[in-house]
């Protein structure tokens, strides 16, 4: 796999307070977060991880 996302927050009040894109294949070493360049990217992995944070679904729906 080319891309690595990682989801920081805090489960109670935030589930996805930030988030952390990787390029894999180009710096394996995980070294620069290329989240703000491949907002398209970004977008598509957070939307598949974010039903599987715990707390997630109760934060969005009370955002709603």
């Known amino acids: 796999d080319r891309w690595r996302l990682i989801a920081h ?3 109670a009040a935030d589930p996805v307070k930030s ?9 394996p070493t995980e070294t620069r977060n290329l989240s703000a360049q491949e907002p ?3 977008r598509e992995l957070l939307a598949q991880l974010r039903p599987l944070i715990p ?5 969005k729906k009370k955002s709603e």
Not at 19 to 27: G, K, N, P, T
């Open 19 to 27: 988030v952390e894109l990787f390029d894999l294949q180009a710096d």
């Open 40 to 42: 398209a990217v970004t």
């Open 55 to 59: 707390g997630e679904t109760r934060a």
């Open 9 to 11: 927050g805090d489960a």
